[in-house]
C-alpha cells in the first residue's frame, strides 16, 4: 500500500491507497479505493485515471460495498437470498 497524504482544512490524514501499479484487486483494495473516493480524499476521476478503471468499474464497487461492505467486493459472495451466485469485478 501506498501512503498519500491527503490535507484536510484543521488537519493532515495519512490514507492507505494501492500502488497505482496494482493489477491484482482483492477485496481490501477495493475498498479502500472506494472509502477514499465516497470520502472526497481522492476525486472519482483521479481514481479511474490511477487504476485505469471505467467509472462503470468503480461504480460497481461502490454499490457492492454499500450493500455488503467488504464482503461485496470479493470475486463471490452471498446474494440478498444468500446464494453464492454473484461475481464482481
Excluded at 476525486?43 to 490511477?50: G, K, P, T, V
Aim: aromatic share 6%.
Amino acid at each position: 500500500m501506498e501512503i498519500i497524504d491527503i490535507r484536510g482544512a484543521k488537519q493532515c490524514q495519512a490514507l492507505a491507497l494501492p500502488s497505482r501499479h496494482t493489477k491484482r484487486w482483492v477485496a481490501t483494495r477495493k475498498a479502500a479505493v472506494v472509502i477514499a473516493v465516497c470520502s472526497g480524499a481522492i476525486s472519482r476521476r483521479r481514481a479511474c485515471e490511477r487504476y485505469q478503471l471505467s467509472p462503470e468499474e468503480l461504480n460497481s464497487w461502490e454499490t457492492a460495498f454499500k450493500r455488503y461492505g467488504t464482503d461485496g467486493l470479493r470475486v463471490s459472495h452471498p446474494d440478498d437470498r444468500g446464494q453464492k451466485v454473484i461475481r464482481r469485478p
